[in-house]
């Protein structure tokens, strides 16, 4: 890979950051009259740890993993953000991406300026490692993989992965959301190996914290040290901070959860295998299924009358015909079921 000098942003390597209040004085037993706070309606009164101290030490716990190795952001979607920032010069420089993937890497890109560089998965949405690779060129700064991939749903060899990893010359974003629900294992445990690799992972999934927006990257301590030269100071507010500590204290539940749903997705594709517009389920590393149809905008409006709602990605590439189901509550995946029969009932 080139060196982090050559990799990042000219603005950014010269940039001096913003020095807040909690950045001069991070302790807690002290009168605080420095950052002009109200005195009073404690704790939120008070600016939150900028560098979530009790947060990172809860997941670096869980995950096995340095503190120094951690980023927090305001969903996974801030790290991407900060990614392009850091690394990418607008109407310069392009990133290298899978297609189809996850959305957010092409409005990042977008938004900042930045050309994208898409390589269609194969047929059988495996990587075509050839193809990244060829793609790239002197201005290729990230390479963005999603494993397990949205909206596909399967896993990518591992060999392939660290064949891009070893061979780009620029990082690679290796976005891990959906890892806790698949049989194959992150890549953290090898990330001292790879100084060009960030890996994503999220509370949103598995966890069941969507709602409080926090996600988390994994890397070096040098590229954490740049993310946290450019974030916005007080990124993750004190309700998000305590409330993912508590939840993090139930990992066990986590994992029922995680069982729950690897159940209910195994039984969810017994039972639409036998509907007649089902024409083909690929497999799926995630808590979902991509489903294939003859008739998906039919199929989702009829749905959407029915209450109930599922994602309609014909429109994607590689994904003509089919529709995404998450797995919900054995509750909330019969009324799926009912809906189809009466689908069904009506197409007959």
Request: contains cysteine.
């Amino acid at each position: 890979m080139k060196s982090l000098d050559q990799l990042i942003r000219p603005n950014i390597k010269s940039l001096k950051p913003y020095s807040s209040a909690r950045d001069e004085y991070s302790g807690e037993e002290a009168i605080f009259l420095d950052a002009n706070e109200n005195p009073f309606n404690e704790p939120y009164n008070r600016y939150p740890d900028p560098y979530q101290r009790k947060l990172k030490t809860k997941i670096a716990e869980i995950k096995s993993i340095s503190e120094k190795s951690i980023f927090l952001g305001n969903g996974s979607d801030e790290a991407i953000d900060l990614a392009f920032r850091a690394f990418c010069e607008p109407g310069v420089d392009n990133i290298v991406s899978i297609d189809p993937t996850y959305g957010m890497y092409q409005v990042a890109a977008d938004i900042n300026n930045i050309e994208v560089r898409k390589v269609k998965l194969t047929p059988d949405f495996e990587l075509d490692t050839t193809k990244l690779l060829s793609v790239a060129d002197e201005n290729s700064k990230l390479l963005f993989i999603c494993s397990p991939n949205n909206p596909t749903g399967n896993s990518f060899k591992k060999e392939d992965i660290i064949t891009l990893i070893e061979k780009f010359e620029g990082l690679v974003v290796l976005d891990e959301a959906y890892i806790d629900f698949a049989p194959e294992k992150s890549f953290l445990p090898d990330l001292n190996k790879y100084p060009n690799l960030i890996i994503l992972q999220t509370l949103s999934k598995a966890w069941g914290m969507a709602g409080i927006r926090l996600g988390m990257a994994f890397t070096s301590p040098e590229i954490i040290t740049i993310f946290n030269h450019i974030k916005y100071p007080y990124n993750i507010n004190i309700l998000t901070q305590q409330k993912a500590l508590e939840l993090l204290e139930k990992e066990d539940e986590k994992n029922g959860w995680v069982e729950e749903l690897l159940k209910q997705k195994a039984a969810m594709t017994i039972q639409i295998k036998g509907y007649s517009f089902v024409e083909k389920i690929y497999p799926s590393d995630a808590n979902y299924l991509l489903v294939k149809t003859n008739a998906p905008k039919e199929i989702y409006n009829f749905l959407v009358e029915q209450g109930v709602i599922i994602r309609d990605r014909s429109t994607v590439s590689l994904c003509e015909g089919c529709l995404r189901l998450t797995i919900g509550s054995k509750k909330e995946n019969k009324a799926l079921y009912e809906g189809l029969d009466k689908y069904t009932n009506q197409i007959q």
